[in-house]
């Protein structure tokens, strides 16, 4: 179809779904001054149609409002996805703290300088509260603060930032005297950079390589701008590009410094060149786009042929990576000197962060509370870091990288002590950051690295099914909940039940038990509600103890 064509077709769906939520409003929740405006549009092959809406009431948007409205190939109503399980209209809609005084508490909060209150609907957890929403620029990074418009409470303190190492795991670190050293190659032989073909017109696409830290020699797709001229953009890739932060903590990509080279040449594979972190950054982005857009036509983080964007050597002795939602791109530091002694630029690193950019782009999981060090809580933001993992993974077995070779493994190459810092297929061994295997009351507030295992567990069951094997270089024991025997699906049909549950059945709010109802509405629609697949989801759910009869009161 062509462009024109499609968003022809997009309009009416989108058109249809909002009527439809205000005509179905006791299951959508929508009333009288809502307003919906459409996020996302999927157009499944089978026929179905989905809406992922954000929602503002009187004007003012709604934290917690998010919904997703399905449709038939005929766009008649089918069903309904919210984060909100009721009403979202605020009894008293007349604010009693002034803006200013709301930016003084949030400023006080997040430890940094607030910008411009704006007044919000607050419906997460229940709740359907005026409050002002504040983005500061804090002590320990950007955050949005929420404040009530009516007590003066800071109902939540969140970072903008998704990093890699929690608070709690580099604590756990300095706590055993532990450095992170990740091993990265020696010097290599010169290298003369590949040939590129004459180009009567500038800028025009080049082929170069990278000497990484991580994985070697690499093949990296460049623009070619004079005829000694190349730039570490990749055009066949939106745009892709990796700059150089040298040493700010900025989080505009604009005062980033090209990478630019005269031979298409991109490192030495040491840290002596700044530009072989970013031969890194720049391959793990490339791998990772082309693993979302070959598995699932994905186009882009945002799905909106936009590029991805990385800067290296970030802020001074920073010792994480991270995902940052302003900027819209990879940080990634180059160590602290201490615990952290390498750029975090791995590949697993690199396909994690940027899932969650695809989760900011699609259910927006967000975490129920953070304490005062910066560590989040809760299911949904459990659920986000697991997703992460997920196809961080996926990313590492789309590769194929003999010198990263691909396994269940998250943080394997980072020089821990216990030779990974999460896995898949038995969570709990993770002893960093206490990742549990199995759902319990108690994971509702639940560090969400620690909490992550659930998912994570219930998705190498579903993939490779539970007991010892070795796949590839390695081994794995999976235990189940119930000691049940489960035999799985494959990895290509469980990743695509999940990014198919993450991109249409998920919102902000998402918790395990509704990420199960989730995963099998994804599997009906792709394998049928009869189908081995189908019941291989309820089964890998079961083996985690997330079952229907111990689904608890809504929480919302």
Not at 296 to 314: D, E, L, T
Not at 456 to 484: N, Q
Not at 501 to 525: C, E, G, I, N, P
């Amino acid at each position: 179809m062509a462009e024109g064509g499609l968003k022809d077709a997009q309009s009416k769906v989108v058109a249809a779904a909002r009527a439809a939520a205000f005509a179905h409003a006791k299951a959508t929740g929508v009333g009288t001054g809502d307003e919906l405006r459409a996020q996302d549009v999927m157009i499944d092959p089978e026929g179905a149609r989905h809406v992922r809406f954000v929602r503002t009431h009187l004007g003012m948007p709604v934290l917690g409002g998010d919904l997703v409205v399905h449709l038939s190939r005929q766009l008649a109503y089918t069903g309904v996805t919210r984060a909100a399980d009721h009403t979202v209209e605020p009894a008293i809609t007349e604010a009693k703290l002034t803006a200013r005084q709301a930016e003084e508490k949030a400023s006080a909060a997040a430890d940094g300088e607030a910008g411009t209150a704006a007044l919000v609907v607050d419906a997460r957890d229940g709740a359907r509260a005026l409050a002002y929403q504040v983005a500061v620029d804090g002590a320990n990074g950007p955050a949005t603060v929420v404040v009530d418009a009516l007590t003066g409470r800071v109902r939540s303190n969140t970072p903008d930032n998704d990093e890699f190492l929690s608070p709690k795991v580099l604590e756990a670190l300095r706590r055993r005297g532990q450095t992170l050293a990740p091993a990265t190659g020696t010097r290599p032989n010169a290298f003369t950079g590949a040939a590129v073909v004459a180009a009567p017109h500038y800028p025009a696409t080049a082929h170069g390589t990278g000497r990484s830290l991580f994985v070697g020699k690499v093949a990296l797709t460049t623009t070619q701008t004079a005829r000694k001229s190349f730039l570490l953009k990749d055009p066949t890739r939106y745009g892709t590009e990796t700059r150089d932060a040298r040493g700010k903590e900025t989080e505009s990509f604009g005062q980033g410094t090209k990478f630019t080279s005269t031979n298409d040449s991109w490192g030495d594979g040491t840290t002596a060149s700044r530009g072989s972190a970013a031969a890194d950054a720049q391959y793990g982005i490339t791998e990772t786009l082309d693993f979302y857009r070959k598995s699932f036509g994905r186009k882009g983080i945002a799905n909106n042929s936009k590029p991805a964007r990385a800067m290296v050597h970030w802020g001074d002795k920073v010792g994480n990576a991270f995902w940052d939602s302003t900027c819209g791109c990879m940080l990634y530091g180059d160590g602290d000197g201490d615990e952290i002694k390498k750029p975090l630029v791995v590949l697993d690193v690199t396909g994690h962060e940027l899932t969650h950019g695809v989760v900011d782009a699609t259910a927006k999981l967000e975490p129920t509370r953070v304490d005062a060090d910066g560590n989040q809580y809760g299911e949904a933001g459990s659920l986000n870091e697991s997703l992460a993992d997920i196809f961080g993974s996926g990313v590492e077995f789309f590769a194929n990288n003999p010198k990263n070779p691909p396994n269940y493994l998250l943080g394997e190459k980072l020089g821990l002590a216990q030779k990974f810092l999460r896995r898949l297929d038995h969570p709990s061994l993770d002893r960093l950051e206490g990742t549990v295997d199995y759902w319990s009351p108690q994971v509702a507030d639940a560090e969400v690295h620690a909490g992550s295992g659930v998912s994570s567990h219930a998705f190498y069951l579903l993939a490779e099914g539970s007991g010892r094997k070795t796949i590839g270089a390695t081994t794995y024991d999976s235990p189940t909940y119930d000691g049940s025997t489960v035999k799985g699906i494959g990895r290509t049909k469980a990743t695509a039940v999940f990014y198919r549950a993450l991109t249409r059945y998920m919102v902000s709010s998402t918790d395990f038990h509704d990420a199960r109802v989730a995963t099998l509405q994804a599997a009906k629609d792709l394998y049928g509600a009869s189908s081995v697949e189908y019941r291989t989801v309820d089964q890998a759910w079961a083996a985690v103890d997330v079952t229907a009869a111990n689904t608890p009161a809504a929480r919302r």
